[in-house]
Every structure is written in C-alpha cells, then in structure tokens.
C-alpha cells in the first residue's frame, strides 16, 4: 500500500497570504490528523477529520481550518499568513478509531 | 490529558541495548502508552503500544512498571538509523478521537 502522501513538500509565502496543504491518506484509512511542528513548540495537533467531519481540534486561531473529502483525503487552509505559521505541517492517517497513525513527510511552509 | 516526562536527550554506543525511559504519573485507567518515533527529515513513526503487560515486536520491546507510572522502551541492539527523536504518548482508548499529544521526547544519538 501507498503510505500517506502530502503536497507540496515545500513552500514560501508572505506574510498575508494563505496557503491551502493536501494530505491523501492510506487507502481505506478514514481519519485524517494534521499537526504542526516548530523548534519552539514542538509536534502540536491542529484537527483531526473521520468520515468527512472535524472531530477534534487542537488550540490554534480560526485561521487554520480544515475539510476531508469523500475519498478520504484532507485538506488544511491557513488565511492570513504570519511569520509565525512556519513551520513543518504533518498529516496523519488511521483506519479507524484509537488504531495506529501513520504520518507523511510533511510540507515545509516558510512565511517571508 | 495525563502529561509524560522524558529526558532531553541520550546517547548509546552502536550494537548495544538502549533503555528509554518515560515516567506517567497520572496516567488513568484506560490510557494505552505509545511509542513514536521521528528519524531526521521524516514524519513521526509508530514503534509499538501497550496498556499493562511488557510488549515485544520487530522494533523493540515495552517494559510497563506494574503502577504503569512509568516505562521503558528497549531496542536490543542500537543502529546508527535508530538515532531519532522517541516520544512517550499517552492515548485514552475510550471515545472517538484519535488526536496524539506530542512532548518534546528523547532525542537518542547512536554513536558508531
């Protein structure tokens, strides 16, 4: 099986811009995780997506938002970008609840 | 969420066994203890779990102290590919979510 794929793997932006991530999963995982990583704060859970709905959702403003399409795979969207937001963004799959989660490589967002 | 405390960081010689240890204090009844681990470059990894009983895989092996308070993960034989960063996660397997909160973990250096 294909293990979770993310695009794109690198990005710049500027500050004000927004940015939208897109995490496809495992074939036949229905859960989607997004997380954060920073030197500062380490790995941080944003949301948390099953069978196309938000689950569950970490402690980060409203300008990073989410949505799971059908086929599973995720989309994250960041508006109004701030120097801050760089980052590493890691997506996650497991096939159902509390199983394993298996993570991608990430997308590298860095904020000018 | 019960919180675990790792040590920053540990160092081990190639070939020889290595004891990661984890202390969870708080831990509840229905919190499965976790292992991950993030090798440089790439997302986290899931080595293995367990809830009371010591666990063995292909990877490595959980020592779980009898008050679950703490543990230990043991990788027989170090690697230089096993230099990574080991994170101690508690995950409560009641409920429908499947959110992981991340410390900062235990960054092991494997030294040849």
């Known amino acids: 099986k294909a293990g979770v794929t993310q695009t794109p793997r690198y990005l710049i932006k500027t500050r004000g811009q927004q940015v939208t991530l897109s995490c496809s999963p495992i074939?036949?995982?229905?859960?989607v995780s997004w997380y954060q990583q920073t030197p500062g704060q380490g790995l941080q859970f944003l949301f948390e997506?099953?069978?196309?709905?938000?689950?569950n959702k970490g402690n980060f403003p409203g300008r990073f938002s989410g949505r799971q399409f059908s086929n599973s795979r995720s989309e994250m969207n960041v508006s109004t970008l701030e120097l801050g937001d760089s980052a590493l963004y890691l997506c996650?799959?497991?096939?159902?609840?509390?199983?394993?989660?298996?993570f991608g490589p990430g997308t590298r967002l860095l904020v000018l | 969420d019960a919180k675990t405390t790792q040590p920053n960081s540990m160092e081990s010689n190639e070939e020889e066994p290595v004891h990661l240890p984890c202390n969870h204090s708080?831990?509840?009844?229905?919190?499965?203890i976790h292992w991950y681990r993030q090798l440089p470059s790439q997302g986290p990894e899931y080595v293995i779990h367990?809830?009371?009983s010591n666990v063995n895989n292909r990877m490595a092996s959980l020592a779980i102290a009898e008050d679950r308070k703490s543990s230990t993960l043991i990788l027989h034989r170090a690697t230089l590919r096993d230099a990574a960063v080991y994170y101690c996660?508690?995950?409560?397997?009641?409920?429908?979510?499947?959110?992981?909160?991340f410390g900062a973990g235990t960054r092991l250096t494997v030294k040849p």
């Open positions: 996660i508690l995950r409560d397997h009641r409920g429908n979510n499947n959110d992981m909160r």
């Open positions: 367990g809830l009371t």
């Open positions: 074939s036949g995982h229905r859960s």
């Open positions: 997506y099953f069978s196309e709905t938000q689950r």
């Open positions: 708080t831990i509840s009844g229905t919190d499965y």
């Open positions: 996650a799959s497991a096939q159902g609840d509390r199983e394993t989660q298996y």
